[in-house]
Nanobody, 117 residues
């Protein structure tokens, strides 16, 4: 499966952005999907994940209550609604997918999110 992330940009602190990740080339509903981010000089970190049907969602503590992950299997797309953004949310955001438990096998190209103070 190929993943294409979009929706990043520059926003002021307290603002919102919605990221999208479109999948192609596979049976999308088979993939457990997630968002990760990597800030300059830091390791890649987990942000959020959504189960195959969308019924289960999981969040890093740092974004819980501010970010919402969702998916639309009819559109082969997942979303990350980001509200109350903070400068520390600045990073390149990647979407990723996996079929089985364990490491994510498929990664998108990343989209830059910059939050100014």
């Amino acid at each position: 499966v190929q993943l294409q992330a979009s929706g990043g940009g520059l926003v002021q602190a307290g603002g919102s952005l919605r990221l999208s990740c479109a999948a192609s080339g596979g049976t999308f509903s088979k993939y457990f999907m997630g968002w990760f981010r990597q800030a300059p000089g830091k390791e890649c970190e987990f942000v959020a994940a959504v189960s195959w049907s969308g019924g289960g969602t999981y969040y890093a503590d740092s974004v819980k209550g501010r970010f919402t992950i969702s998916r639309d299997n009819s559109q082969n797309t997942i979303y990350l609604q980001m509200n109350s953004l903070k400068p520390e949310d600045t990073a390149v955001y990647y979407c990723a997918g996996r079929v089985v438990s364990g490491s994510y096998e498929y990664w998108g190209q990343g989209t830059q999110v910059t939050v100014s103070s």
